[in-house]
């Protein structure tokens, strides 16, 4: 299973970024796939799910309202909207072989990660 992110970058505070994860070399039917977010010092935090058979969805409360998760094909789409320093962070998108249903928040139930893309929010 591989996972590419992208889309990451500079941005003003109040605007906008979307970021993909590209997935290849799995079935995922039953996986669930996620966002997390991780600033040094700081453990890894999940910032939103989607199953990939029904495109359930859950989001931390501090995203809800302003990200979207999504899924286009192969594709994990995470859009940002209205955006605040405290977004900046590196963003990891992430497979869950394991669950089968539930979203699960905690970076250590993903089996599968990607390298990670740079969202940088000025204030």
């Known amino acids: 299973v591989q996972l590419q992110a992208s889309g990451g970058g500079l941005v003003q505070a109040g605007g906008s970024l979307r970021l993909s994860c590209t997935t290849s070399g799995g079935t995922f039917g039953t996986y669930i796939m996620a966002w997390f977010r991780q600033v040094p010092g700081k453990e890894r935090e999940f910032v939103a799910g989607i199953t990939w058979s029904d495109s359930r969805t859950r989001y931390a409360d501090s995203v809800k309202g302003r990200f979207t998760v999504s899924r286009d094909k192969n594709t994990v789409l995470l859009q940002m909207y209205a955006l605040k320093p405290e977004d900046t962070a590196v963003y990891y998108c992430?497979?869950?072989?394991?669950?089968?249903?539930?979203?699960?928040?905690?970076?250590?139930?993903?089996?599968?990660w990607g390298q990670g893309t740079l969202v940088t929010v000025s204030s």
């Open positions: 992430a497979a869950d072989s394991g669950s089968g249903w539930m979203i699960r928040t905690t970076a250590r139930e993903y089996d599968y």
